[in-house]
């Protein structure tokens, strides 16, 4: 058997040499790491229920309820001319794969502590982990979503869905980048600032009703339609229901403008993650 020489290494763990090196080569290497993390995630989180992951259905399910009754009937807001039950499904099926990505980011360094300190592996291998998790939630939900579309087409309802279906994969792309910027900046505050975890439920409800969950865009006075507009998420949900349903609108200036925002709270989480990641065991 050859003898290896003293000095024979496999892997070489260096710190980064500065903020923007990423070592996403890593990422690849350990895509079996990741692939466990995202198993251990996705059958954790309902281990030891009765209805194990039937929850990702129900949960959609009983929220898109409460919304018909409570803003379609009660309150009786425009879903412009789509069926109430759909219009809000279609917005909590695309809002929810965002809030469980920025959720489960957001205490990347708080809930892994104990594994960070033991052994090394790349540190984003666990938010890329949570997006690939809560992708299967999404697929879940929204087969029975297009299964709830494929029913009421069925009934005679006037819903058209159309070539802009196409673009999914973009806006799913879009609004999981959003998540894990947003979870990760988060992420890297709470090493210092632990309220911050109290806070990221309210938080994320906030953002919920500033969106256009549970109303139209074209419900909003025309002044305020463009601010609404700036947030991100609004042009995402807006061309996500009229892809499907055939109502809403579709303005690509905004989703541009929404494209580079994105991409810049991506960005500025990634290199806060990265500073962050060199010394939070100190702090945590």
């Known amino acids: 058997m050859k003898q290896l020489p003293d000095n024979y290494w496999t892997e070489i763990i260096e710190p980064h040499g500065h903020v923007l090196d990423l070592k996403l080569k890593e990422l690849w290497k ?28 129900i949960q959609p399910l009983f929220t898109t309820i409460i919304f018909t009754i409570i803003f379609g009937k009660i309150a009786q807001l425009s879903t412009d001319g789509a069926p109430p039950f759909l219009f809000y499904m279609a917005g909590t099926v695309i809002w929810t794969y965002f809030s469980n990505v920025l959720t489960a980011t957001s205490s990347t360094f708080t809930s892994n502590a104990g594994i960070f300190g033991k052994v090394y592996f790349p540190r984003l291998a666990i938010p890329i982990a949570n997006l690939f998790s809560k992708l299967i939630a999404f697929t879940i ?29 973009l806006l799913l792309l879009m609004m999981a980048a959003l998540g894990l910027g947003l979870g990760i900046i988060i992420s890297a505050m709470t090493t ?31 002044k305020w339609r463009f601010w609404a507009g700036l947030n991100p998420i609004a042009p995402i949900v807006e061309l996500f229901r ?43």
Not at 196 to 221: D, K, Q, W
Not at 253 to 277: P, Q
Request: net charge neutral.
């Open 30 to 57: 350990y895509r079996d790491l990741i692939y466990l993390f995202v198993h251990r995630d996705f059958v954790a989180q309902y281990k030891q229920t009765i209805l194990g992951p039937a929850w990702h259905f």
């Open 141 to 169: 939900q929204f087969f029975f979503f297009l299964l709830f579309l494929a029913y009421f087409i069925w009934l005679g309802s006037d819903i058209q869905p159309n070539i802009w279906a196409l673009a999914t994969p």
């Open 192 to 222: 210092r600032y632990r309220d911050l975890t109290v806070l990221v439920g309210f938080g994320v409800t906030l953002l919920m009703y500033a969106s256009p969950i549970i109303y139209p865009l074209s419900m909003l006075p025309d």
């Open 242 to 284: 009229f892809a499907f349903l055939g109502t809403g609108s579709i303005d690509l200036a905004m989703l541009g403008i929404s494209f580079v925002v994105i991409s810049v709270i991506l960005f500025i989480g990634i290199i806060m993650f990265n500073k962050v990641e060199r010394t939070f065991m100190d702090t945590i």
